[in-house]
């Protein structure tokens, strides 16, 4: 079975900047897609960004869509995600998962989570 570890949260001032980071062990992102998503306090998971598992496809909530961007380093099990022009609402606790797309929220992080907090 896959682990996963997220890292990289921390606090920001509105358009400010954090890398999250997950590492998988167990198995190789190789053959997974993976996907990011997030839970705001008081709300359920939200999809945020996936990446399929040949690493040629990535998808972005709108909500995020131009702010935040999806990678993987396959040589390090490791998946990215660079957030830019953090707002205010874009303050969760964001997970990483294995698979694609917004069904990925049916299913409970298997991870802790990494706390991203945006205020000013």
């Known amino acids: 079975e896959v682990q996963l570890v997220e890292s990289g949260g921390g606090s920001v001032q509105p358009g400010g900047s954090l890398r999250l980071s997950c590492a998988a062990s167990?198995?190789?992102?190789?053959?997974?897609?993976m996907t990011w998503v997030r839970q705001a306090p008081g709300k359920g998971l939200e999809w945020v960004s996936s990446?399929?598992?040949?690493?040629?496809?990535?998808d972005y909530a709108d909500s995020v869509k131009g702010r935040f961007t999806i990678s993987v380093d396959d040589a390090k099990n490791t998946l990215y995600l660079q957030l830019n022009s953090l707002k205010t609402e874009d303050t969760a606790i964001y997970y990483c998962a294995i698979g694609y797309g917004r069904t990925v929220v049916t299913k409970p992080p298997r991870g802790q989570g990494t706390q991203v907090t945006v205020s000013s």
């Open positions: 167990g198995s190789t992102y190789s053959r997974y897609a």
């Open positions: 990446i399929n598992s040949i690493r040629s496809s990535t």
